[in-house]
């Protein structure tokens, strides 16, 4: 069998099962976006689809590494905290008077040790992923309230701390690209190399994972790291866009991101899931929460229908599997 | 019974795990004695009565859900949704003790409404409850409505969290009842029994026949009603209705069970632990304040307790491996 | 009135691939004790699973105490009077001896249980075996021989009209098996029926009133235990006709020491030390728990075990099976579902994972590497599957286990574990896995089989080990004579 003809075959059989999924997806995404077109028209504009496409570019980015982790059977509950500490600490350490490039890069840096320090206690330590997280939730979010003073860092911020969010490519802003690039690079990592793959034997199987030789404690730690950084990239971008280092970010950001990656289709069991059906989850929740808001609807609506969304996501993807095997 | 043997026998028992931190609970109390002035007062000693009545009678249902494996993080919203309901129906001028049943039962209802998910719908506990702490916090704001705070409530409401039985806090007398009932359920009841069958060997548990959908629906809508109790105390003892309050509660919960012994991965179970694991949460919480020290860095203290109770557990269990029998 | 308790007749059991009950004719008298016995594969587990309500029948009728009989669950036989002693313990371990005997049937007043002692009759039932168990203590001090005796005990507690031991001596001292018996004695007196499985021929033969041989799939024969001269003829009916000529010996080169095990030992194994030479096929043999499956994960890194791993001339430290494979060791595991397969993810998905270094670069896949290997492997090993996209789950139990052993093929090793190999696969399947094994010796790989098949070994292999009880009892050259009934009889009874 010649090898373009394996390369064919393959790409129509692997294709099938992530594009159905995530045909279905963005089904629901047109159609929540018909219909709320049809409302209001305010929502088709440029501006408006801006503003979604920002509030939901740190999900995106987050949601990136988590989807990752999910697959291989873990969890990360902390990246909220995580988010709002990057960004107090990169206010308060250019009001210090670092460099604000590099305090950028040490706060996200920051993140990735937090992400190791995850890593560390649920691999080395083996404890449960859920009570590492929350605890360093909330280790974090309390750090980010030290540092803050209790609120936000907002003076004494020399004058390119908004640069990030500031810089245009032409229309196109540098956060959008970064936006782009992240899921560009998880894509990859997801479907072309080994540790994506590894991910997916670690949550599908862990017991032959391990029979067949796999590092699970190094792929896991790995993960982690990724998500943690991640975490800080988005604090600092933050940041940036708000233009001060806010300790009470990132409430529920967490949740976000999980109900992002389950309704693209990522399994809370592990071993099944895809980045690119989390920004379609994304976008789903990034339409929703925006209608909701143009509707005029409060805030605290969207919380009762997040966490609807997600139980039904959940029930819905179980019933969709049963109904296809 | 040779010696090892017997040493097995005494790391398993509850005193072993009890006594160490009612000796951690007895070095904080001396502690803060030391460094906050006015600690070992006894208004202060009423306080954290007051004050840990939330986490003791929350923590006694959550013991019995966490030793048969299950884990609850919407007890915080639960707590602010009973807290407002409460609030809400003795403003509208319903009396005391209808507008207190109906505020338990907001409670009893979220316990329902995570049995369903966790046990019908089969999601997981850590997800589902996640979900539903969202949900029912949103419900809490929906009927709020514009007002943050309900104020302006007649001097009965404040009885439940402040009021005096003679010289006795009637709180302590609260506690000392729910304690004594859940403390009986440990030592005799089938559902403690099953629970711990439960979390400890699921398969053993259903082929003894035991209603594990039946019991872990029991223990979901029972920790409900008891968060849902706690925050009607909340509210009497502030004397206000509040829809922003219980944020990080779960936390302080699950901190007080895992400190007592219960074993995060079910089949342990410690009544007396999680009361005096509550205490030793309420006096960090009101230690630090009098301290001085801002309410913020508590998050950190206790995100660090919360990793080194799970911990001490496994380095515990670890060591009976290595003496026990296999 | 028949004084059968269980009637079956022309019980078929179909799976995709495999015919694992075949036709199976059987009275089963009230009050007796009726032994089953066979090798593993034979039938024998998914006979019982079948009359315990764990597996459908697929054609066949089973009446039981004169009804028609199918329990549609476990609960549903257990409420039928049919009760069943597991090897899998099911105690809770963090309760007591006394709370594991009346779990589930604790006499109380509105859920709360009474302050007197609970369930006597179980607690006498245990006493009667081994008094020396405090019923006041916690299960997880109990070693596993007295989980067991808790398990019988409970058993036989629950007023059943039959209750199925599977393998209850495996774990318990003499003594202890012979207060068993005399309880099992005391439950004949009062008419209930015993149905003992059981690969040790002594106590079949001091128990046993009735025997039945399962073989393939396929009930041989029943017979009253007195109408039996000897356990040589017993064991001949067990394992029918050997043929020996299959074997081939191999090229082995035993001037190149591939393994050397030196005096491995661990909770479970005694001193195990044996060579293995380049081109050889061994086998061990042994009943279920003699210790097979854990020299195989002691050697592959999955055991706390002390004692010396040479590979080629270096002392290896194999702790985990990432070191075995580096090492050139492969293990294809004995529970291919939860162990050896990743059963959500397609064959191509599967096959490159012990050695992704040969379709990655820079940690970088090939999904067309991987495509073509899986391909490679699915002609070599004739796996039957639609394409190398398949959903592994989907796949026939036999093509299953062949992905299996394709992963370890991959991985290129010089030495290859197999447990249980041709467990579960159907006949044609499993003639093509004993060539495939052949042609690796062909090519100089060496390998260990460790299986509960008999003929399989003495098919494939050059020498023989027989465990026992943990520790190694004989080894066998292959070829030279008939050593099939010699290594049985090490096997079953311990002795050389």
């Not at chain 2, 009932?181 to 009841?189: A, H, K, M, N, V």
């Not at chain 3, 007749?9 to 009050?31: E, H, Q, S």
Request: hydrophobic share 50%; charged share 15%; glycine share 10%.
């Amino acid at each position: 069998m010649s090898s373009k003809n394996v390369n064919t075959e393959l790409k129509t059989r692997k294709l099938n099962e992530t594009l159905l999924q995530n045909l279905v997806t963005l089904g629901i995404l047109v159609l929540i976006s018909v219909i709320i077109t049809a409302l209001i028209p305010r929502f088709l504009t440029y501006t408006n689809i801006n503003n979604v496409l920002l509030q939901i570019s740190l999900i995106i980015i987050v949601g990136s590494g988590i989807t990752l982790l999910m697959i291989s059977g873990n969890f990360d509950l902390s990246v909220g905290g995580v988010l709002a500490l990057a960004g107090v600490l990169f206010a308060f350490l250019s009001r210090a008077g670092v460099p604000t490039f590099f305090a950028l890069i040490l706060s996200v840096i920051f993140g990735s040790l937090m992400g190791a320090l995850n890593g560390t206690l649920v691999v080395n330590l083996k404890i449960s992923p859920i009570i590492v997280t929350l605890g360093t939730m909330y280790i974090t979010r309390g750090l980010a309230l030290i540092f803050a003073n209790g609120s936000m860092i907002s003076s004494g911020l020399p004058g390119d701390f908004r640069k990030l969010s500031n810089t245009y490519f032409g229309p196109m802003s540098l956060v959008i690209m970064i936006v782009i690039a992240v899921v560009i690079i998880f894509i990859f990592i997801q479907s072309k190399t080994n540790l994506g793959q590894y991910a997916f034997f670690i949550g599908s199987n862990r017991e032959t994972a391990r029979l067949s030789g796999i590092n699970i404690g190094r792929t896991v730690s790995i993960l982690y790291i990724l998500v943690g950084t991640l975490a800080g990239l988005s604090g600092v971008i933050l940041a940036s866009k708000l233009g001060t280092g806010d300790s009470s970010v990132g409430d529920g950001f967490e949740f976000d991101v999980i109900v992002a990656a389950v309704i693209g289709g990522t399994s809370v069991a592990g071993g099944k899931g895809s980045i690119s059906g989390m920004v379609l989850g994304a976008m789903i929740l990034g339409v929703l929460n925006n209608s909701l808001n143009l509707l005029g609807v409060a805030s605290y609506y969207q919380l009762v229908i997040k966490g609807l969304v997600l139980i039904g996501a959940i029930v819905l993807q179980r019933y969709i599997v049963e109904k296809f095997s | 019974m040779s010696g090892e043997e017997k040493k097995v026998k005494f790391y398993q028992q509850a005193y072993f795990k009890n006594i160490f931190i009612l000796l951690l609970l007895l070095v904080f109390v001396i502690i803060f004695s030391i460094i906050a002035e006015g600690f070992f007062s006894y208004n202060n000693l009423v306080n954290i009565i007051r004050m840990s009545i939330y986490p003791i009678l929350t923590g006694l249902a959550v013991t019995i859900l966490m030793a048969a494996g299950y884990i609850d993080l919407s007890v915080g919203s639960t707590l602010a949704l009973s807290s407002l309901v409460f609030a809400m129906l003795v403003k509208a001028n319903i009396s005391i003790f209808p507008s207190l049943i109906i505020a338990v039962l907001a409670g009893t209802a979220c316990g329902f409404i995570n049995s369903l998910a966790v046990v019908r719908l089969r999601i997981t506990p850590v997800i589902a409850t996640l979900a539903s702490a969202y949900i029912i916090r949103g419900i809490t704001f929906i009927i709020a409505g514009d007002q943050a705070n309900i104020r302006g409530l007649p001097e009965s409401f404040a009885y439940l969290g402040r009021g005096f039985v003679g010289p006795v806090p009637f709180q302590l007398i609260l506690i000392v009842v729910f304690v004594l009932i859940f403390y009986f359920i440990e030592r005799r009841s089938l559902l403690w029994k099953y629970s711990i069958a439960i979390g400890g060997n699921p398969s053993a548990a259903i082929l003894s026949g035991i209603n594990v959908v039946g019991i872990v629906s029991i223990l979901y809508i029972l920790t409900g009603t008891l968060a849902g109790l706690s925050g009607a105390i909340m509210a009497s003892r502030l004397t206000v209705g509040q829809k922003l309050i219980g944020y990080g509660f779960e936390l302080d919960v699950i901190i007080a069970v895992l400190l007592g012994g219960t074993s995060f991965r079910g089949g342990e179970g410690s009544i007396i632990g999680t009361v005096i694991g509550a205490l030793i949460i309420t006096i960090l919480g009101i230690g630090f304040n009098m301290a001085g020290m801002p309410s913020f860095y508590q998050y950190v203290i206790k995100g660090v307790l919360l990793i080194l109770a799970v911990l001490m557990d496994n380095y515990v269990k670890a060591r009976l491996r290595k003496v026990g029998a296999g | 009135m028949s004084e059968n308790i269980l009637e079956v007749r022309n019980l078929t059991k179909n799976f995709p691939g495999v015919v694992a009950l075949d036709n199976i004719n059987l009275d089963i008298k009230k009050g007796v004790t009726h032994c089953i016995v066979g090798e593993n594969g034979a039938g024998k587990s998914t006979f019982i699973k079948i009359i315990t309500g764990a597996l459908s029948k697929t054609e066949g009728s089973i009446i039981y105490s004169g009804q028609e009989y199918n329990p549609r669950s476990i609960s549903e036989a257990m409420k039928n009077g049919m009760s069943t002693l597991y090897q899998e313990l099911n105690v809770v371990e963090q309760l007591t001896v006394e709370q594991n005997l009346n779990l589930g049937k604790e006499k109380h007043i509105l859920s709360f249980m009474k302050k007197s002692e609970q369930d006597l009759k179980a607690i006498e039932i245990l006493k009667a075996i081994e008094p020396r168990i405090d019923i006041k203590q916690l299960v997880a001090n109990l070693s596993t021989a007295q989980r067991q005796i808790l398990e019988i005990a409970r058993a036989i507690a629950t007023d059943a009209k039959v209750i199925i031991m599977d393998e209850p001596t495996a774990a318990i001292t003499e003594e202890e098996t012979k207060k068993l018996f005399k309880v099992i004695e005391n439950l004949k007196e009062k008419n209930v029926t015993i149905i003992y499985i059981s690969h040790r021929l002594s106590d079949i033969f001091e128990i046993g009133d009735y025997v039945s041989v399962f073989r393939d799939g396929k009930l041989i024969a029943t017979k009253a235990i007195s109408e039996i001269s000897s356990s040589l003829e017993l064991v001949k009916m067990m394992i029918g006709k050997i043929v020996t000529e299959s074997y081939i010996p191999n090229e082995v080169n035993y001037n190149k020491k591939v393994l050397q095990v030196k005096e491995l030992n661990d909770t479970k194994l005694k001193d195990i030390s044996f060579d293995l030479f380049e081109g050889e096929i061994i086998g061990f043999y042994g009943l279920v728990g003699a210790g097979k499956t854990e020299i195989a994960k002691a050697i592959y890194g999955l055991r706390d075990s002390k004692g010396a791993i040479i590979i080629g001339d270096r002392t290896r430290k194999i702790n985990t099976p990432e070191k075995a494979i580096k090492s050139g060791i492969a293990m294809v595991p004995e529970e291919r579902r939860t162990e050896g397969l990743f059963t959500e993810l397609t064959v191509r998905d599967n096959i490159p994972v012990m050695n992704m270094q040969k379709v990655s670069r820079f940690g970088i896949r090939s999904k067309r590497k991987e495509a073509l290997i899986a391909r490679d492997f699915i002609k070599k090993l004739k796996i039957v599957t639609p394409s190398e996209e398949k959903k592994v789950a989907l796949l026939s139990g036999g093509n299953q286990q062949k992905v299996v052993i394709a992963k370890c093929l991959n991985a290129e090793s010089r030495i290859l574990l197999l447990d249980e190999p041709t467990r579960g696969v159907d006949v044609g399947a499993k003639e093509e896995i004993h060539n495939l094994i052949r042609n690796l010796a062909k090519q100089k790989v060496s390998v260990i089989i460790f299986s509960s098949e008999l003929q399989e070994i003495l098919i494939l292999c050059d020498r023989i080990f027989t465990m026992f009880n943990g520790s190694l009892k004989a080894v066998f050259k292959n070829g030279t004579e008939d050593i099939s009934y010699k290594i049985l009889h090490t096997a079953l009874v311990g002795e050389s």
